[in-house]
């Protein structure tokens, strides 16, 4: 086939200078990631076809002199015919590649959180003002006991005799989601590691292995192990408060990862273990899993080399048998299962699966809280879900819905500067997360950002703590599963069903 | 050193026992009459530490295992030597499937037969050469997303073949070093890899550790050298460069 260079494509956004408003200071150039401006001699020149509208440039002109707007030359409309596919047709035949992209699906199924409605006292059962009552947002995550035995000392006072398992205590249920050193920057690291140790919860190292700097912060961080086996070895194992297996990731569940050769420079080979250059290959199973069974032998596998001494977690993507799997994975002897939903971010992941495989959190979350009831075994493990929380208010609903504590990823990006571009894959992003540039890494500072990121959790929390309040519970465990402070919206007999919760006004 | 008893005992205790031995200063352990039990040095460290196993361990000898030195006398089953870092594994029969998952460091010498997938995503890192030397034959998916070490398979069943019949051989092999003692049909291998004839370093490479082979074993160094060897290596360290296009 002769290769043409020419493309169908067209820049999607315009990034448009104001030349009278401009001083020529050249911060643009410095600050994109992309190479989008070059100095021209008298004037900033924009190449359009590299911009992403990642927004870093105008945030940072002094001027305020750049505006960046979708291309207003059109592909012609059609609702059957959209934008992306017919650029995606294009795109495939120049380069015969599957396309990937970066961050959660843009996929316009319906958002479940956004059609629950929350309940509130009113007259009975009286509301509490937390702001000056005691209001319980603690969180332990682990196996708890089915019963307590206690023995009674000397003076006839109960002490606890039942062993209680390992457990992690947060401070507030949020806990970050995992991503990995490679896909992300270590000083994006970095700041979710100083957040979370300011807040008493904790992050989760991703398959990437754990940077030497981030060990001072072990008791405030989840050491995954996913098929790939990076970095993995007993010190790592015991590193952290827990071990989380990664069986699947909601934004591409049944796949692999792949950390393409060129992103693993000498740091990231070191903590990765692996020779610099060469793809980080994640098979799409572990290969030692290929049952439930098999599952168990990895947990017990990992309980002996940790001594039974950290609860070990296993991350699952939302799918359709999610119920009965995570019955399974109880089974097993997971302590805590991590669920996430298929709106759940990546570094990168092909676009046929992220928009086209898994199911929503919502409905997956209500789906295994009640069948891990009905089976008598929903105290065996704690639940994480995730999967784009954007809000508390997603957050309270996903608790209420069965959810022990709620995994942010994209939000905590969000912190840092990302603008949800959905360009992680690349490599070249502006705000220093989602690359390894060193000039790009340089001007994410953990410092400003673990304060940002506390600010967030802290305002979250304090929202918790205010519905909370109003519902008229003072402890987040009394909110636990609690459907019967849910009612849906615009929802259908059968989504009813499936969340378990009753129409509005019902 | 220290003799313990396994007939009967579940995993969690016996290793509990070693490694409280080890945490103890015990250098040496004897276990007899092992019959499946899970972990067998599952996580232990201590280079210095030789724990030798009558019976048949269960899955997972070896697991996370970061120096120790682990005989078997008789045959081992899956997954030996899983996420390895340092150490070695000496099995007197045959292994199972999976053997050196994600292997990282250490050797693992295998004296019979082993299942698929062996030396699956293997790598090195640094000084860290993990290598398994395989005395008999192996299934398919050998040495599947190998990333780095050494895979030597002798193929000393069956000797009378001159060609190893395995399919899916080193499918996306991106790192790493395979010696065959035997021709295998090229239209079986995966795009990934290629062959070689060995050069002298190899060859000095391969009488080091097949030396320690033979004498782990009392195989005779010229029954292994009856025949020649071929070295497999990566076409690529990239072999999916090509294959996506960002949106």
């Not at chain 1, 992306?84 to 479940?112: A, D």
């Not at chain 1, 109960?158 to 992300?184: D, N």
């Not at chain 1, 899993?289 to 940790?306: G, H, M, N, P, V």
């Given at each position: 086939m002769t290769k043409s260079s020419f493309s169908n494509i067209q820049s999607e956004y315009l990034a448009v200078i104001d030349h009278n408003k401009c001083?020529?200071?050249k911060r643009c150039i410095q600050n994109c990631?992309?190479?989008t401006y070059s100095f021209g001699g008298d004037k900033i020149i924009a190449?359009?076809?590299?911009?992403?509208?990642?927004?870093?440039c105008y945030t940072y002109c002094p001027e305020g002199a750049i505006s960046i707007i979708k291309?207003?030359?059109?592909?012609?409309?059609n609702a059957n015919w959209q934008e992306p596919l017919v650029k995606n047709i294009w795109r495939q035949s120049e380069t015969g590649g599957i396309v990937i992209s970066g961050?959660?699906?843009?996929?316009?199924?319906?958002?479940?959180f956004d059609h629950i409605l929350l309940d509130a006292c009113q007259v009975t059962n009286p509301s509490i003002d937390p702001l000056r009552e005691p209001m319980e947002l603690r969180t332990f995550l682990g196996k708890k006991p089915s019963k307590l035995d206690f023995d009674f000392d000397e003076r006839g006072e109960p002490v606890l005799k039942t062993k209680m398992p390992p457990q992690i205590e947060l401070q507030t249920p949020f806990v970050f989601g995992a991503m990995s050193y490679g896909s992300i920057s270590l000083n994006a690291q970095k700041a979710m590691a100083l957040a979370a140790r300011a807040l008493g919860i904790v992050m989760n190292t991703g398959e990437g292995g754990l940077h030497d700097d981030l060990v001072p912060f072990g008791k405030n961080i989840i050491v995954q192990v996913a098929s790939?086996?990076?970095?993995?070895h007993r010190d790592y194992l015991n590193s952290g408060v827990a071990v989380e297996i990664k069986?699947?990731?909601?934004?591409?569940?049944?796949i692999g990862g792949h950390l393409p050769g060129?992103?693993?420079g000498i740091d990231i080979s070191r903590t990765r273990m692996i020779p610099v250059g060469t793809d980080a290959i994640s098979p799409a199973?572990?290969?030692?899993?290929?049952s439930i069974e098999d599952l168990r032998q990895l947990i017990y596998a990992i309980k002996e080399a940790t001594d039974y001494e950290k609860p070990v977690s296993v991350k699952v993507a939302a799918v359709h048998n999610i119920a009965a799997i995570v019955s399974g994975i109880v089974r097993a002897g997971a302590d805590i299962v991590y669920i996430d939903g298929y709106s759940g971010g990546t570094g990168a992941a092909p676009i046929v699966i992220r928009d086209h495989v898994g199911i929503p959190i919502e409905l997956a979350l209500a789906q295994v809280d009640e069948r891990l009831r009905e089976e008598g075994i929903r105290n065996e493990a704690s639940i994480i879900a995730a999967g784009s929380i954007r809000s508390s208010a997603d957050a309270i609903k996903a608790i209420a819905l069965g959810a022990d504590a709620v995994a942010i990823g994209t939000a905590a990006l969000i912190v840092m500067g990302?603008?949800?571009?959905?360009?992680?894959?690349?490599?070249?992003?502006s705000w220093g997360i989602?690359?390894?540039?060193p000039e790009l890494v340089r001007r994410l500072d953990p410092e400003v950002y673990g304060e940002r990121l506390y600010n967030l959790i802290s305002a979250w929390s304090h929202e918790i703590q205010e519905v909370l309040g109003a519902m008229g519970v003072n402890s987040i465990e009394s909110l636990?599963?609690?459907?019967?402070r849910l009612r849906g919206i615009e929802l259908t007999d059968a989504e009813l069903k499936a969340l378990g919760i009753k129409h509005a006004g019902l | 050193m220290m003799t313990i008893d396994?007939?009967?005992?579940?995993y969690k205790e016996l290793n509990g026992i070693i490694r409280e031995g080890i945490l103890n200063g015990v250098k040496k352990f004897f276990i007899e009459?092992?019959?499946?039990?899970?972990?067998?040095?599952?996580g232990i460290k201590g280079d210095d530490v030789v724990i030798e196993i009558n019976g048949t361990p269960g899955n997972?000898?070896?697991?996370?295992?970061?120096?120790p030195t682990l005989i078997v006398n008789n045959n081992a089953q899956d997954n030996?030597?899983?996420?390895?870092?340092a150490g070695k594994i000496i099995i007197n029969g045959d292994a199972g499937d999976v053997?050196?998952?994600?292997?990282?460091?250490g050797r693992i010498y295998i004296r019979g037969n082993a299942g698929y997938?062996?030396?699956?995503h293997m790598k090195g890192y640094n000084e860290q050469l993990p290598v398994i030397i395989i005395g008999g034959k192996v299934g398919s998916?050998?040495?599947?997303?190998?990333?780095?070490g050494v895979i030597v398979l002798l193929?000393?069943?069956?000797?009378?073949?001159?060609e190893l019949d395995i399919d899916?051989?080193?499918?996306?092999?991106?790192g790493g070093t395979i010696f065959i003692r035997k021709k295998i049909d090229?239209?079986?291998?995966?795009?990934e890899a290629e062959v070689y004839e060995i050069d002298d370093k190899d060859a000095k490479f391969l009488k080091e550790y097949l030396t320690d082979f033979s004498n782990s074993f009392n195989i005779s160094l010229e029954e292994i050298y009856k025949k020649p060897f071929y070295k497999i290596v990566p076409?690529?360290?990239?072999?999916?460069?090509?294959l996506y296009t960002s949106a």
């Amino acid at each position: 086939m002769t290769k043409s260079s020419f493309s169908n494509i067209q820049s999607e956004y315009l990034a448009v200078i104001d030349h009278n408003k401009c001083v020529r200071c050249k911060r643009c150039i410095q600050n994109c990631g992309w190479g989008t401006y070059s100095f021209g001699g008298d004037k900033i020149i924009a190449d359009h076809s590299k911009c992403v509208a990642c927004g870093r440039c105008y945030t940072y002109c002094p001027e305020g002199a750049i505006s960046i707007i979708k291309n207003p030359t059109v592909i012609r409309e059609n609702a059957n015919w959209q934008e992306p596919l017919v650029k995606n047709i294009w795109r495939q035949s120049e380069t015969g590649g599957i396309v990937i992209s970066g961050m959660g699906t843009t996929f316009k199924y319906k958002k479940y959180f956004d059609h629950i409605l929350l309940d509130a006292c009113q007259v009975t059962n009286p509301s509490i003002d937390p702001l000056r009552e005691p209001m319980e947002l603690r969180t332990f995550l682990g196996k708890k006991p089915s019963k307590l035995d206690f023995d009674f000392d000397e003076r006839g006072e109960p002490v606890l005799k039942t062993k209680m398992p390992p457990q992690i205590e947060l401070q507030t249920p949020f806990v970050f989601g995992a991503m990995s050193y490679g896909s992300i920057s270590l000083n994006a690291q970095k700041a979710m590691a100083l957040a979370a140790r300011a807040l008493g919860i904790v992050m989760n190292t991703g398959e990437g292995g754990l940077h030497d700097d981030l060990v001072p912060f072990g008791k405030n961080i989840i050491v995954q192990v996913a098929s790939g086996r990076f970095g993995v070895h007993r010190d790592y194992l015991n590193s952290g408060v827990a071990v989380e297996i990664k069986i699947g990731q909601g934004a591409k569940p049944g796949i692999g990862g792949h950390l393409p050769g060129e992103k693993i420079g000498i740091d990231i080979s070191r903590t990765r273990m692996i020779p610099v250059g060469t793809d980080a290959i994640s098979p799409a199973p572990h290969h030692d899993i290929y049952s439930i069974e098999d599952l168990r032998q990895l947990i017990y596998a990992i309980k002996e080399a940790t001594d039974y001494e950290k609860p070990v977690s296993v991350k699952v993507a939302a799918v359709h048998n999610i119920a009965a799997i995570v019955s399974g994975i109880v089974r097993a002897g997971a302590d805590i299962v991590y669920i996430d939903g298929y709106s759940g971010g990546t570094g990168a992941a092909p676009i046929v699966i992220r928009d086209h495989v898994g199911i929503p959190i919502e409905l997956a979350l209500a789906q295994v809280d009640e069948r891990l009831r009905e089976e008598g075994i929903r105290n065996e493990a704690s639940i994480i879900a995730a999967g784009s929380i954007r809000s508390s208010a997603d957050a309270i609903k996903a608790i209420a819905l069965g959810a022990d504590a709620v995994a942010i990823g994209t939000a905590a990006l969000i912190v840092m500067g990302c603008h949800v571009c959905g360009k992680c894959n690349t490599g070249n992003c502006s705000w220093g997360i989602t690359t390894q540039r060193p000039e790009l890494v340089r001007r994410l500072d953990p410092e400003v950002y673990g304060e940002r990121l506390y600010n967030l959790i802290s305002a979250w929390s304090h929202e918790i703590q205010e519905v909370l309040g109003a519902m008229g519970v003072n402890s987040i465990e009394s909110l636990r599963g609690s459907r019967e402070r849910l009612r849906g919206i615009e929802l259908t007999d059968a989504e009813l069903k499936a969340l378990g919760i009753k129409h509005a006004g019902l | 050193m220290m003799t313990i008893d396994a007939a009967g005992m579940h995993y969690k205790e016996l290793n509990g026992i070693i490694r409280e031995g080890i945490l103890n200063g015990v250098k040496k352990f004897f276990i007899e009459n092992v019959n499946g039990q899970y972990y067998i040095g599952d996580g232990i460290k201590g280079d210095d530490v030789v724990i030798e196993i009558n019976g048949t361990p269960g899955n997972d000898l070896g697991a996370f295992m970061d120096g120790p030195t682990l005989i078997v006398n008789n045959n081992a089953q899956d997954n030996v030597g899983n996420t390895m870092n340092a150490g070695k594994i000496i099995i007197n029969g045959d292994a199972g499937d999976v053997i050196g998952y994600g292997m990282r460091g250490g050797r693992i010498y295998i004296r019979g037969n082993a299942g698929y997938r062996v030396g699956i995503h293997m790598k090195g890192y640094n000084e860290q050469l993990p290598v398994i030397i395989i005395g008999g034959k192996v299934g398919s998916f050998f040495a599947e997303y190998m990333a780095g070490g050494v895979i030597v398979l002798l193929g000393l069943e069956d000797d009378d073949s001159d060609e190893l019949d395995i399919d899916y051989f080193a499918s996306g092999m991106h790192g790493g070093t395979i010696f065959i003692r035997k021709k295998i049909d090229f239209s079986k291998f995966s795009n990934e890899a290629e062959v070689y004839e060995i050069d002298d370093k190899d060859a000095k490479f391969l009488k080091e550790y097949l030396t320690d082979f033979s004498n782990s074993f009392n195989i005779s160094l010229e029954e292994i050298y009856k025949k020649p060897f071929y070295k497999i290596v990566p076409s690529s360290a990239r072999p999916y460069a090509h294959l996506y296009t960002s949106a």
